[in-house]
Structure formats: structure tokens, C-alpha cells
């Protein structure tokens, strides 16, 4: 039996993930009802945070629907406690409306800024401050836990701290859990936040606080480690940094640098960040960027071959931050700026082996690529090299002619003449577009017996301000067993793009197992 670890309080963070509810006001970003519910699972079983906030309360019948739906999976699973919903100080609309769906937390979310609630209310402080208890109070009876968040408390902090101060008093006769404060518009710098929050923490020696930072000066990162050295010990976070305007902090980050930086301990469970991320960007539409900490496509890649020449010669270019610890690998790319080492590394993932000569004039080609602009990926290497070395191990299929035909409200139509091992093979095929007619298409001449990937991913680059006329980039990622392999095409037609990734990823397959069948 493993051994359990013992949590030392005073170095343990617990993650508030509120990318179902603060996540859901990125522009443009609406989760089904279906994406809702596997989004809070993969949250609370696979990734382990410690808390959920999954929507607004009576803001839609469909989003009563997806806290319905997560609620009863939660109860099921022993999460219910942790699935939290955010109220309005309405008395009793709110908690009823979390009450009938199946809800057992509300985040209450009153004005931690004077001006807010004068100008946005109407309201006096006092008269503020009777109607959060009236709704707290009616919550209590409808057996809800209570957070409350403070509005705005970054600018209210600032601007009048008695009112801060006299909010918090008056909570302090309340029945609440835990007290929410927001940097909402993101303007506080990492001091500010340390020097509020040991302020806060000093002042309410009883209360327990929450942190939630948001991102508009790219500082949220850091103000969730300077809120930690502060003694808070609760950071709310998002997938992918969702969020209004410039979004919430990220989780990835958050969890890594508190870990890395500060030896905090959290029951996140890094290996599953990378496929969380994926989730989420599918299901929001909102591409995370190849260079985002953590997450991103490129992250664990050395471009220099000055890196990679210290990499294999002792690792002399790697950190804390491995790809292993998130169920990731490293890579070397291939460009204008590799060398023989670069090279050497991308050879051996691939099990190809080069004479010095061979390896010299590859590598030319590489760089001739790279210099005018080329993506080169790991997958692209063999095709390089049967190119350069006029080599025919990857040409076990051969594209010889196609045509195409789709029309509105009409299936598409393709018709292929292909070469399959020598041989010539014509087949035609339907499908919902060209691309998928062509993929019906070339099934019907493959080798029986072969199987053919899954499809997880289809991305289409086209140069920004290009014309009708521009190239453009399709690149589709496949599984093939337990393995995932890139491939990309290049061409003015969209559908022709995706029909050379394809038969890229067709001759790679091939050859493996003709390899396999000669060993």
C-alpha cells in the first residue's frame, strides 16, 4: 500500500477552478450542457482540484439543465460539497434557484467597492450590508454554505478601505465560509497585493480569504504567489486563462510555480494539466498559444542546436519544468538554426539511422527550408530525406490524379488514381466535403488489412493578409495505436492541404510496417 503523505496545512494551496462560470464570459466562449458536465468531472476526477464554480444562478433554462446534470453526478461521486454556484444579493431568488438545483454551495457576489455600490446599486453601505445578510440568512435556512465574494475589492481596498472593512465586520455575524477577493479588473501590482492582503488577513484574524486575480497587466501569475506568500491559501484559476477581457489566471502556471517556486503542495495532479487544456480549448474554440507555459505546442521544444548539442551532452539546458512531469516529451526543431545534434535527435526518434555523409546533406536541405520560412516538423524528416537521398521508402503511395465535385445541400464527391506499392488503383468516394470523400476514397485501394488512424485533430493556417489565391497549411494529428503523429500538407487548395498530411501519414505508416515485416 503507498504511503500517504501528511498535509501540512501551512504549505498546502487548494485551487478554486471557476472556468465554468468566470471562464464562460470570454467573448464569444458558450459551454453545452454535455461539454459542461465532462468539463467538472475531468476537474474534480482526474485533474483533483479541490473546488468548482460551475455557473451564474438564474441566468438561462439551459444553464439550469448543466448544474442540474453536474450536480447530480456530483452528489453520486462524493463531490457535491465542492460544486459551488454564484449567487446575487436578490434574498431569495438566487438561493432558490441553486436550492431546486440540486445545489448545496452559493458564492454570493456583493460590492467590495464604495463607488460600485453607490453608483451601481443605489445603495448606501448600510443598506448593502442589510441586504447580504437578509440573502445570507435566507440561505442558511435553505441549508446552503455561503461564500462571499467582495467585487471589485482590488479598486474598493484602494479607494476606501473602511468600507472594505465595515463589509467584512458585518460578514463576521454571518454564517459564511469563506471570504472572495477579487482583483476584478486586474490592476494590482505583486507588492500591492502582499501589502492589502497581510493588511486584510491582520485586521480579520478569524475570517478566511480567498484570492482571485485576473490577468489585464499579465501580472496574475505572480499576485497569486505574492497572495500566497501573504498566508492565503486559496487561488481561484481557469483552463487556459479564460476569462473576461484578458482572462483569469491560468491553473498550469499557477500550480507549477507554487509547487516549483514556493514548495507549496496542492493535490493537483500535473500529468493530466496537458489534457485538460485540450478539453477545454476544443470545447471553447479558443486556441491556446503555441508558446503558453506549460500548455503550449512548443514549450518543451529547443529550436537551437547549441541547446540540443548541451542537452545530449549532459541535459545542460534543462529545468524543473520536464515534459515528463506533465505526461509530455521534449523536442528538437528543425530549421535554419539546427545542427547535427538537432538532427541527431529527430533521427533517433525516428529509429533512422544516416551515414556522416547522409546526415550532412540532410541537414543542408533542413537548413535551405528553415531559411526561407519552411515549418519543418519531425514527421516532415523522412520525406526529406527520401527526397535528398532520392530514397523510395516513403512513396509506398503515390497520389496520381483526383478530382472533386460538392454542391449546396449535397453529399461531395472525390475520384482518385492512386499507386499503392507499384500498383495503380482508381476508387471514387462520398463523404460530408472533399477531404472526407477522399478519405472514403483511398480507404477502398489501401493494403486489407490496414489500419487506418484516428483523426484527433485537423488545424488550417492561412497567411494573414494573403490573397485568394494564398498557400495554405493543414495539419492533422493522428493516433495510431498508442502513438500520435503529426502531418502536415501544403497547398493553394484546402482540400488538397489535408490529401498530402494524409498521405504523408499513409507512406509513414507503410513503411513502418514493411520495416516490421522484414525484422
Known sequence: MAEVRRIDISDHVQVMDTT???????????????EKVSIARALLCSLRVDRIEVASAAVSAGEKEAVTRIIEWASSEGYLERVEILGFVDESRSADWIVSAGGRVMNLLTKGSERHCRMQLRRTPEEHLDDIRRTVEYARERDLKVNVYLEDWSNGYRDSRDYVYTLVEGLGNTDVAHIMLPDTLGVMMPDEVHASLTDMMAMFPEQTFDFHPHNDYGLATANAMRAVQAGIRTIHCTVNCLGERAGNVSLAQVAVALHDKMGMTLAIDETKILALSRMVENFSGKRVADNAPVVGADVFTQTSGIHADGDHKGGLYQTLLSPERFDRERSYALGKMSGKASLNKNLEELGISLSPQDQAEVLKRVVSLGDSKETITVEDLPFIIADVLERKDFRHVELLACSFTSGLDQDSTA????????????????????FDAFIDAIRKVLPPGLEFPELVDYGLRIPKGGSTSALTEVSITWRDGPRTVRTRGVNANQVLAGVGATLRMLNMKLHQEDESSRT
Open 20 to 34: 465554468l462560470r468566470d471562464g464562460e464570459q470570454t467573448r464569444g466562449v458558450s459551454f453545452s450542457t454535455s
Open 415 to 434: 475520384s482518385i488514381r492512386v499507386k499503392v506499392n507499384g500498383q495503380v488503383h482508381e476508387a471514387s468516394g462520398v463523404g460530408n466535403g472533399g
